[in-house]
């Protein structure tokens, strides 16, 4: 049985506990609406590269002279996968559900005969694949340190993946993240970057008008040479979108669970409390019966 | 009848309005566009955006490159950065 001190003392640190979770979670909702906020200003770049894109290439597409990032290298060998993860934890099973889809596609595609390399971003994706399937690890990008994250480092990924892909080291790249479904749900989606899913001609709003290009360069078709320019800054957008996504992610969830860590702190402290004051009682009560008895005895 | 600009970074929606000839920096030069112009994908260069209201220039914009969609009631730019001049 504690005394009542061992209660005392516990209940003092249950509420600094609960002092730290509730102040971590207000810091998580403020840092979730600049989040938001951000990921809502970036919408308009990627919905008009979009449209773009629609009509330049259903215009090269299948020619053979498509470039790798939007017709791939043709073949399916290889598969890249890139997680993208927090940098930091107590945010319930968010990094962890993206290190799961990840480690299961990965098993999956390999007991299909193909080969899996992954590139982590986020310092979390990447400790719980070294832990799972380390040896698939073929490098990591942290911004660990970094207090927003810009298009400058989306395009640092980007480099690093069209680098890779003019090595011939993968044929197929997917990214991995925590796709915002609202504040208190993250879903965890692969996205195919390479080769590029061309949005639908039809769904472009341009309204069937046919375009006139012109990229200066008298020596190749100008569709190619816009498609060539357009290409990477898509890919380059495609992960900012998925890197303020999981920013944003990763706050909601943050939120959540401080807010649920929170709420069982201050359970906590009620039974706490309660078993301190049955203590006290009993404490109490036995006192006075030892009072009484001895006074009958006298 | 103005045309309608748009002129968007890859971090924000950085202008939305209707201007009455906007120049942009093309890659075979400079390139004035006016409404009713012919459907177009252009690639740009390094260059200023000049808007024009009335006859005046009330807005001038520097971009690193990117790309322009004109279409004839509308002037998209993508810009890959943009700093004011």
Same mark, same amino acid.
């Given at each position: 049985?504690?005394?009542?001190?061992?209660?005392?003392? /516990?209940?003092?640190?249950?509420?600094?506990?609960?002092?730290?979770?509730?102040?971590?979670?207000?810091?998580?909702?403020?840092?979730? /609406?600049?989040?938001?906020?951000?990921?809502?200003?970036? *919408?308009?770049?990627?919905? *008009?590269?979009?449209?773009?894109?629609?009509?330049? +290439?259903?215009?090269?597409? +299948?020619?053979?002279?498509?470039?790798?990032?939007?017709? +791939?290298?043709?073949?399916?060998?290889?598969?890249?996968?890139?997680?993208?993860?927090?940098?930091? %934890?107590?945010?319930?099973?968010?990094?962890?559900? !993206?290190?799961?889809?990840? /480690?299961?596609? &990965?098993?999956?595609?390999?007991?299909?005969?193909?080969? !899996?390399?992954?590139?982590?971003?986020?310092?979390?994706? /990447?400790?719980?694949?070294?832990?799972?399937?380390?040896?698939?690890?073929? %490098?990591?990008?942290?911004? &660990?340190?970094?207090?927003?994250?810009?298009?400058?480092?989306?395009?640092?990924?980007?480099?690093?993946?069209?680098?890779?892909?003019?090595?011939?080291?993968?044929?197929?790249?997917? =990214?991995?993240?925590?796709?915002?479904?609202? =504040?208190?749900?993250?879903?965890?989606?692969?996205? *195919?970057?390479?080769?590029?899913?061309?949005?639908?001609? %039809?769904?472009?709003?341009?309204?069937?008008?046919?375009?006139?290009?012109?990229? +200066?360069?008298?020596?190749?078709?100008?569709?190619?040479?816009?498609?060539?320019?357009?290409?990477?800054?898509?890919?380059?957008?495609?992960?900012?979108?998925?890197?303020?996504?999981?920013?944003?992610?990763?706050?909601?969830?943050?939120?959540?669970?401080?807010?649920?860590?929170?709420?069982?702190?201050?359970?906590?402290?009620? *039974?706490?409390?309660?078993?301190?004051?049955?203590?006290?009682?009993?404490?109490?009560?036995?006192?006075?019966?030892?009072?009484?008895?001895?006074?009958?005895?006298? | 009848?103005?045309?309608?600009?748009?002129?968007?970074?890859? #971090?924000?929606?950085?202008?939305?309005?209707?201007?009455?000839?906007?120049?942009?920096?093309? @890659? #075979?030069? #400079?390139?004035?566009?006016?409404?009713?112009? @012919?459907?177009?994908?252009?690639?740009?260069?390094?260059?200023?955006?000049?808007?024009? #209201?009335?006859?005046?220039?009330?807005?001038?914009?520097?971009?690193?490159?990117?790309? @322009?969609?004109?279409?004839?009631?509308?002037?998209?730019?993508? @810009?890959?950065?943009?700093?004011?001049?």
């Amino acid at each position: 049985m504690a005394t009542l001190k061992d209660l005392r003392v /516990r209940i003092t640190s249950v509420k600094s506990t609960q002092k730290i979770t509730s102040a971590m979670k207000m810091v998580a909702a403020s840092k979730l /609406r600049r989040a938001q906020t951000q990921a809502e200003a970036a *919408r308009p770049y990627a919905q *008009r590269m979009e449209r773009m894109l629609a009509s330049l +290439g259903a215009s090269v597409a +299948g020619s053979p002279t498509a470039p790798k990032l939007l017709a +791939g290298t043709g073949g399916d060998k290889v598969h890249l996968l890139v997680p993208v993860t927090g940098e930091r %934890g107590l945010a319930g099973a968010f990094n962890s559900n !993206v290190g799961r889809l990840t /480690r299961n596609l &990965a098993r999956k595609l390999e007991s299909e005969g193909k080969t !899996v390399k992954i590139l982590a971003v986020g310092r979390k994706g /990447r400790d719980y694949l070294r832990r799972e399937i380390g040896s698939r690890l073929i %490098g990591d990008i942290s911004f &660990a340190g970094k207090k927003t994250i810009g298009f400058a480092e989306a395009q640092e990924i980007a480099a690093r993946i069209t680098q890779l892909l003019d090595d011939g080291a993968f044929d197929v790249c997917t =990214v991995v993240y925590n796709r915002f479904q609202s =504040v208190i749900s993250q879903i965890p989606t692969e996205m *195919r970057l390479i080769p590029a899913p061309l949005p639908a001609e %039809g769904s472009a709003s341009a309204g069937g008008a046919i375009y006139e290009y012109e990229a +200066g360069d008298p020596d190749e078709p100008d569709q190619e040479v816009i498609l060539a320019k357009l290409l990477p800054q898509n890919l380059a957008i495609q992960i900012y979108r998925a890197l303020l996504e999981n920013s944003a992610g990763f706050y909601g969830a943050q939120m959540t669970s401080m807010d649920n860590a929170t709420r069982n702190a201050g359970d906590m402290i009620k *039974r706490l409390t309660l078993n301190y004051n049955r203590a006290r009682q009993a404490n109490i009560t036995k006192e006075l019966i030892e009072i009484i008895s001895g006074a009958e005895a006298v | 009848m103005p045309v309608d600009l748009e002129i968007v970074s890859p #971090e924000k929606l950085l202008l939305s309005r209707p201007v009455d000839m906007v120049v942009i920096p093309a @890659a #075979e030069g #400079e390139m004035g566009v006016l409404p009713q112009h @012919a459907p177009m994908i252009v690639l740009l260069q390094e260059g200023v955006i000049r808007l024009y #209201e009335g006859n005046r220039v009330t807005e001038s914009l520097r971009v690193s490159g990117g790309f @322009a969609e004109v279409t004839p009631t509308r002037v998209t730019v993508l @810009a890959d950065t943009v700093t004011p001049v």
